[in-house]
């Protein structure tokens, strides 16, 4: 109490010859006190696993051993402690948050087979949570690794989320094992992704692409909110940075993403009174099956075998030949280290302050947010830039008229 009587009394100064000695003495305390509370903070958050070195990790470091020297000799006096400690505070808050205790909390998971799906529920089933695993395939490949890996909590479902009786199969399965505790998380997973022009891209794969990645995640949704609400649980909806911003060849696998973050971002205003949170994570482009060689030469001859016509007199099957060859070298490119996207997904399951959206991947937040503040025909530009379709490339009925 004396100490702050005596803070109350001094004068904001900024000469060092009129700060006395005792003041001085007081001050350093009064920063090593901030700085060692700051550093066991950040120090927590780095034990429990919570973030790694990046831009964040680096930011903290900063103000650790820059941030009080620069006070002290720029601000100086009570002020300097209180904007040292206020940038502390400041750069705290940004960190992850604390995650909640697992507990008894279980969770479903579409999309199991392979890629983020898989990855997540190992991670999950790790840290002891009870996972539902929902694969397209039960007696797959995907589903036979999850099996010898995780441990009992992890429950295989049959689970292709177009197909209602086994949605409502999944329900009745997981209603009977949480009881009244009910189902504390839905990771709305599952997707499909075929690459082609919109002229090119025939009506079946398209609302196969709607039907799996919109509408499978609304129905399978609506059918586990019940559970969800009882639990006061999560729901998380990977969608893609496509969901915000549009590239040739991607044209109708954005377009059910956009529609996809539409029903999620209308869905959390609606869950909040319920209790429940909604986040939508955004992944750039990663190596998963979905570009997977084999896969992508299977989807490229499914495309030009139910491809009208015209269709393929106007583009040619070389065309296609040539946009899937420079694809699946762009593909070769993607990080195989799933770790940022199952990271975002089990904050959005467990954060105390879970985020709304979490672009994961190089940049993906900045440039998610810098293509929306661009004049259209500068994002034009760029995307046209980033495209896999080779400029050398051309339509056959293009090559035809040169």
Known sequence: MTLFLHLSTMNFVVDDDDIPEDD????????????????????????????????????????????????????????????????????????????????????????????????????????????????????????????????DR?????????????????????????????LWGLVNNAGVCYFSELEMTPEPIMRKMFDVNLFGTVNTTKAFLPLIRQAKGRIVVVSSVLGRISFEGYGAYGMAKHALMAFSDTLRQ???????????????????GNVAETTLKGRKEEIWEKLDENAKATYGLDYLDEIYSSLMEQCKTFPDDLTPVVRAMRSGLLSKRPKERYPCGAGADIFTYVMNLLPIWWGDTISLAMSPIPKSSHPAALRNDQ
Request: charged share 15%.
């Open 24 to 151: 001085v003495i007081i001050f350093s305390i009064l920063y090593s006190c901030v700085t060692v509370v700051f550093a066991m903070a950040v120090l927590s958050k780095f034990l429990t696993n919570e973030f790694r070195f990046g831009f964040r990790s680096a930011l903290s470091l900063a103000v650790l051993f820059l941030g009080e020297p620069l006070c002290q000799f720029f601000v100086k006096g009570p002020l300097g402690v209180g904007c040292f400690a206020a940038g502390c505070l400041l750069i705290y808050s940004i960190l992850p948050a604390s995650h909640l205790p697992v507990g008894n909390k279980a969770v479903v998971i579409t999309g199991c087979d392979s890629g983020f799906g898989n990855a997540l529920v190992k991670k999950l089933d790790a840290i002891g949570m009870h996972v539902y695993a929902g694969c397209l395939d039960k007696d797959g490949p995907g589903a036979v690794s999850l099996r010898h890996t995780c441990s």
């Open 270 to 288: 609606e869950m909040k009174k319920w209790s429940v949170n909604v986040s939508i994570i955004e992944p750039t482009g990663y190596r998963t």
């Open 154 to 182: 992890m429950h295989l479902l049959q689970l292709d989320v177009t197909k209602d009786e086994d949605i409502s199969k999944a329900v009745e399965i997981v209603r009977l094992d949480v009881g009244s505790e009910g």
